[in-house]
């Protein structure tokens, strides 16, 4: 079974561009969460949405969005770029919206560059 | 804002020694988890530790928990150079309506052959 797929797997971008990042989770999964690690530490959550609904939101500008769409799959869009914005980007699936001792499955990330 | 600390941030073993990595975090959790990562690529789920259990096995890692003093540790036993990777803990928190996982900044290990 394929485990969580992102595309692209790198991106360089200038900074005030668009970028657009895509997830499919794995078959069945309805929840999927997008984290963003900057070199060195550990990921921060942006969102998680299930059901095609948004059901949370971390701590980022609204440059930040995403959407869910019928067949679960994600995209992350963050507009307006700065060069803080360089960082992997993770996708995560899971079976639930909130289950306690529940996992996360996540892809390989995109490395996004901003220069 | 990070939730946990990982301690130490690096450490450096010969193989077939142990490795202990300390995991510290701030509020009140369902869980904890620890999850590890090869060169900056996706993270992979190692064991979760629920708050009303102390110690948990899975092959050779050991997961011990101590919600009175906030703190968990991974022991990886006679290690090899396959797990050189970055380990982070993560805590799911007993309050909030999202699946969000809270992580620490990681402990970068290095096995050496």
């Known amino acids: 079974d394929a485990g969580v797929t992102q595309s692209p797997t790198h991106l360089i971008k200038t900074r005030g561009q668009h970028v657009t990042l895509r997830c499919s989770p794995i078959s069945g999964h309805k929840s999927v969460s997008w984290y963003q690690q900057v070199l060195g530490q550990g990921p921060q959550f942006i969102f998680q949405y299930y059901e095609k609904e948004e059901r949370g939101r971390g701590n980022f500008p609204d440059r930040f969005s995403a959407r869910q769409f019928p067949n679960y799959s994600s995209e992350l869009n963050v507009n307006a770029l700065l060069l803080g914005d360089s960082a992997l980007y993770l996708c995560?699936?899971?079976?639930?919206?909130?289950?306690?001792?529940?996992?996360?499955?996540f892809g390989s990330g995109t490395q996004l560059s901003v220069l | 804002s990070q939730q946990g600390e990982e301690d130490p941030q690096a450490l450096s073993i010969q193989e077939g020694e142990n490795a202990t990595m300390n995991c510290s975090y701030k509020?009140?959790?369902?869980?904890l988890q620890w999850y590890r990562q090869n060169s900056g690529r996706g993270l992979v789920h190692l064991i979760l530790i629920r708050s009303n259990e102390r110690e948990k096995h899975s092959g050779r890692l050991r997961v011990t928990l101590d919600t009175s003093k906030k703190s968990s540790s991974l022991l990886i036993t006679a290690s090899r150079a396959a797990d050189t990777a970055s380990y982070f803990c993560a805590t799911d928190r007993a309050q909030g309506g999202s699946e969000k996982l809270v992580f620490g900044k990681g402990t970068k290990l290095t096995v050496n052959p």
């Open positions: 995560a699936s899971s079976l639930y919206r909130r289950r306690t001792n529940e996992k996360l499955f």
């Open positions: 509020t009140s959790i369902n869980n």
